[in-house]
C-alpha cells in the first residue's frame, strides 16, 4: 500500500481541515499475528495513518508467512520493526535472522522498515544496496538514559543520514522539561524527515506538538496504558484533547504548569473552546520542575501563556516581568500571559475570583442575606487549609469581602506568616479538629489532600465538619472529595473544586486569546465530567 501524504486541506470526517502533513502511527504489539490484525482494523477505525507492526512481540514468527499475511491484510501504510532486546524491544534472538525478517519484510511490501543505528552496517552489507523503490529506510536511535546537548544530537543526526537513511529516527528521554526544546531544535532545522520524540511524561510536548515543528510522524497508541515507549498518548487524546491535526507552524502554544500535572482537566477545557472558536492554539500539560529554566528555555512569543497550579504559585511570581497588584500582595500568580509585542511575562491571580465567587453564590442560593460589603461571606469566620499560593488567594479574596479570616497549616510557622500578612489567626492543621469558636463556620481546604490517588485522605475529622455551614474543596480530582462527602453527611453546604476551577478558567482563557469565555461550553464541558 502507498502512503499518500495527506492532502492536507481535504481531510473528511470530524476533524475539518487538516493543517499539518504529520502523521500518526499506532505501534501494533500482540502476542500473535491474529491479534495484530485486530489491532490493526482498530487502528484504521481509530483514524491513524500508518501501523508500526512490532514483530519482537510476536510469541513466534515464521518469517515468510506471518509477514506476508501483515503486509497483504494491512489496511493502512506499515513499518516493520523488529526491535532487539539492547535497543530497548523484545527480541533476544540471533541478529542474522532478525536482519533477514527485516530485509524480507522489505522485499514483501513493506513500505518502511526500522532498522537500528547500530545494526544499519550489517543490515546494509545484507542487502547490497537492493533497496525496492517503494520501502523507507528508517534508521533509528534510543536513549533510554537522558537528552544529549544540541551539539550531540545534530551530530547524531548526521550519523544517521551517512548511513543511507531515508528517514531519520530517535528517542531520547527527558530527565527535565527542558529537554524537549533542544528536540524542537533539531526538528524544526532537520532537512531530511525526521521523527525524534522525547520519552517520559516530561517529554509528552515532543509527541504533541511534533506538527508544530515538522516532524514526520507521532506514536499513538489504541488504549491507555499499552505503550510501546513511555509517554505515548493515546490516538483519541491526540485528535480529541490535543487537536493534532489543526495544528501548525504558527500555533502557539499553552499549558499547565505543576507537579504533579496529569490529572488536570484544563487541556480538555481549552483544547474544546479553541476548537469551538477556531483559534489557532493548544493547550498541554507541562510537569516542571524548575520553574525559572522553563520559562527562560521556552522564552519564543509562541509559548504565549501559562495556567500555573501546585507547587509553582509562588515562585513563578519572582519570574514574572510586571505582576498584577492584587497578584503581588497575594504574593501567588496561577496565570502568565507573554506579550506578544515584547516577549515580556506578565503574571495575574485569577484563582480567588473563581472560588469566592462560588462560595458567595452558594450562600445565597441557601438563603444568607448579604452582610454590609454587600457579601454574604461578610463577618463570617472563614478557616482556610493551607498556606500555599491558593491558600493565600483564597484568603484574600475572603478579607476583601469581609470575613475574618483563620488560616490552619501542617506547618504552623507558615499559617502564622500568612496570617500576620493577611491580618487573622494561625492554627496548626492538627489543631483544626478541636477549634471550635463558633458554629457556621465556613472552611476551604486549598492544599492536595483527597486529590487522587489518596481518595481517602482528609484535611479534617468528620465530628469537626458539624461546626462549619459551608464546605469547598480546591480539589477536583476526584469532584466530590472525601472532605465534601463528610461534610454533605454533616448537612453543611458543599462547593466543589470544578466551579473554583471553571471561574479562574473564565478570566484566563479571555486572557490567553482576547476572545469572551465561552461560558455554557465550559459549563457542558464539566457538567459531563
Not at 482494523?41 to 506476508?68: C, G, H, P, Y
Not at 503486509?71 to 541478529?95: A, C, H, M, N
Not at 552496517?121 to 544540541?150: A, E, W
Not at 492554627?427 to 472552611?443: F, G, H, R, V
Request: glycine share 8%.
Amino acid at each position: 500500500m502507498e502512503l499518500v501524504t495527506p492532502d492536507v486541506e481535504k481531510m473528511g470526517g470530524t476533524e475539518g481541515i487538516r493543517r499539518n502533513s504529520t502523521l500518526i502511527c499506532a505501534p501494533i504489539m500482540a502476542d500473535t499475528v491474529d491479534q495484530m490484525l485486530i489491532h490493526m482494523n482498530t487502528a484504521k477505525a481509530s483514524d491513524a495513518d500508518l501501523v508500526e507492526i512490532r514483530l519482537d512481540s510476536l510469541k513466534t514468527l515464521s518469517a515468510r508467512d506471518d509477514i506476508q499475511t501483515l503486509v497483504k491484510l494491512s489496511l493502512l501504510p506499515t513499518i516493520f520493526t523488529y526491535r532487539p532486546t539492547w535497543e530497548g524491544g523484545q527480541y533476544d534472538g540471533d541478529e542474522q535472522s532478525r536482519l533477514a525478517a527485516l530485509r524480507l519484510a522489505m522485499e514483501l511490501g513493506a513500505d518502511h522498515i526500522d532498522v537500528e543505528l547500530k545494526a544499519v552496517d550489517d543490515f546494509n552489507n545484507l542487502i547490497r544496496g537492493d533497496m525496492p523503490t517503494k520501502c523507507k529506510l528508517i534508521v533509528s536511535s534510543h536513549n533510554y538514559q537522558n537528552t544529549p546537548s544540541v551539539e550531540d544530537l545534530g551530530n547524531l543526526v548526521a550519523r544517521i543520514q551517512s548511513t543511507g537513511a531515508d528517514i531519520v529516527k530517535f528517542a531520547t528521554t527527558a530527565v527535565d522539561i527542558t529537554d524537549v526544546a533542544r528536540v524542537f531544535q533539531i526538528t524544526a532545522h532537520s532537512q531530511v524527515p525526521i521523527i525524534a520524540m522525547v520519552m517520559g511524561e516530561k517529554g509528552l510536548m515532543s509527541r504533541v506538538l511534533c506538527p508544530k515543528f515538522g516532524g514526520y510522524l507521532t506514536f499513538g497508541t489504541l488504549e491507555d496504558g499499552k505503550v510501546s515507549a513511555p509517554g505515548q498518548p493515546t490516538i483519541r487524546d491526540l485528535l480529541d484533547l490535543f487537536n493534532f491535526r489543526q495544528l501548525g507552524p504558527d500555533t502557539k502554544v499553552f499549558g499547565i504548569i505543576g507537579k504533579p500535572v496529569g490529572h488536570s482537566k484544563s487541556p480538555m477545557l481549552y483544547n474544546k473552546a479553541f476548537r469551538s472558536v477556531g483559534f489557532n492554539g493548544v493547550y498541554v500539560h507541562m510537569l516542571v520542575d524548575d520553574v525559572k529554566s522553563f520559562l527562560q528555555t521556552y522564552s519564543s512569543t509562541d509559548f504565549a501563556g501559562f495556567s500555573c497550579t501546585i507547587p509553582h504559585k509562588e515562585s513563578i511570581l519572582q519570574c514574572c516581568d510586571e505582576v498584577d497588584p492584587v497578584a503581588k500582595s497575594i504574593g501567588a500568580v496561577n496565570c502568565v500571559i507573554r506579550r506578544q509585542n515584547d516577549g515580556k511575562l506578565y503574571g495575574c491571580n485569577t484563582d480567588y475570583v473563581g472560588a469566592i465567587s462560588a462560595i458567595e453564590d452558594s450562600l445565597r442560593g441557601s438563603g444568607v442575606q448579604n452582610g454590609a460589603t454587600g457579601s454574604p461571606l461578610a463577618g463570617r469566620l472563614f478557616v482556610v487549609i493551607g498556606a500555599g499560593g491558593a491558600g493565600k488567594a483564597l484568603a484574600y479574596g475572603a478579607k476583601e469581602k469581609g470575613a475574618r479570616i483563620v488560616i490552619a497549616n501542617r506547618t504552623y510557622d507558615r499559617a502564622r506568616e500568612l496570617a500576620e500578612i493577611i491580618g487573622g489567626e494561625a492554627l496548626s492543621l492538627a489543631d483544626l479538629n478541636t477549634y471550635k469558636p463558633e458554629n457556621d463556620m465556613i472552611l476551604a481546604n486549598t492544599t492536595s489532600i483527597g486529590m487522587q490517588p489518596n481518595i481517602n485522605d482528609t484535611p479534617i475529622s468528620k465530628e469537626a465538619l458539624k461546626s462549619y455551614a459551608l464546605v469547598f474543596d480546591a480539589v477536583y480530582t476526584p469532584k466530590i472529595t472525601r472532605l465534601l462527602r463528610e461534610a454533605g453527611e454533616c448537612g453543611a453546604l458543599v462547593v466543589t473544586g470544578v466551579e473554583m476551577f471553571i471561574g479562574q478558567a473564565y478570566e484566563q482563557y479571555e486572557r490567553f486569546t482576547g476572545l469572551p469565555a465561552p461560558k455554557e461550553l465550559f459549563r457542558d464541558i464539566m457538567s459531563n465530567y
